[in-house]
């Protein structure tokens, strides 16, 4: 089966800038998840999808950052605008309706500097 | 609450060499365990991972860990090193549910 697809693989942009990261999960997977990882540190949760629905975007800085999964298969995520502490690679994950963690797939990230 | 702590951000073997890597866990509840790596430039990638039963689990390219609940601990091994093995290691517990809470990473660096 196909992975979890990530696109860009890279993006450098300027402070105060915005940028769009897309993310498309395994087929049939109905939960997705968005990660930041920070260069030393490990991957932290951003956003759980369930579908289409938010099921946990408590560690979203949601001043600038956004995500959405309008139709329960591909999503995006944004930030608008970023800062140079946004520097770090934003992982995408899905998993199964039953796999929970058991059942992740990482995508292979997009890796962003802010400048 | 859940949390890991990953013993040494840089470990450096030599090639042929026992590996050792070693975490230790925080869990409210009966946790689930794993370990990924991550490639330069690539995703994580699943080594092995503990559920229930057998604490000693064995995962892919000659990787084993232990889950020692008396420790807290989750230690991974590999009795001898290869130049492939380099690479960042990390571990993550799970609540049994969605969500991993994974340590900081340990790098690990194997010499000639």
């Known amino acids: 089966e196909a992975g979890v697809a990530q696109s860009p693989r890279y993006k450098i942009i300027e402070k105060r800038q915005s940028v769009a990261f897309w993310c498309n999960p395994i087929?049939?997977?109905?939960?997705l998840y968005w990660y930041q990882q920070i260069l030393g540190q490990g991957p932290k949760l951003l956003i759980q999808?369930?579908?289409?629905?938010?099921?946990?975007d408590s560690q979203l800085p949601k001043d600038r950052f956004s995500a959405e999964r309008l139709k329960g298969v591909d999503s995006t995520l944004k930030i608008q605008p970023a800062k140079l502490e946004d520097s770090a690679v934003y992982l995408c994950?899905?998993?199964?309706?039953?796999?929970?963690?058991?059942?992740?797939?990482f995508g292979s990230g997009t890796r962003l500097t802010v400048v | 609450a859940q949390s890991v702590t990953q013993l040494g951000s840089h470990v450096s073997v030599s090639e042929g060499a026992l590996v050792l890597l070693r975490c230790n866990y925080s869990?409210?509840?009966?946790?689930?365990l794993f370990w990924y790596v991550q490639y330069p430039n690539q995703g994580l990638q699943l080594l092995l991972k503990?559920?229930?039963?057998?604490?000693l689990v064995k995962g892919i390219n000659g990787f084993e860990a232990e889950f020692k609940k008396s420790e807290t601990s989750f230690h991974l091994t590999k009795p001898s090193a290869h130049m492939s093995d380099a690479a960042e290691y990390f571990c993550?517990?799970?609540?049994?549910?969605?969500?991993?809470?994974f340590g900081t990473g340990t790098s690990l660096t194997v010499i000639p």
């Open positions: 994950a899905s998993s199964s309706w039953t796999g929970g963690s058991l059942g992740y797939t």
């Open positions: 087929s049939g997977h109905a939960t």
């Open positions: 999808f369930q579908n289409n629905g938010v099921v946990d």
């Open positions: 869990s409210s509840v009966p946790p689930y």
């Open positions: 503990y559920t229930t039963g057998a604490t």
């Open positions: 993550a517990v799970s609540d049994r549910g969605n969500q991993f809470y």
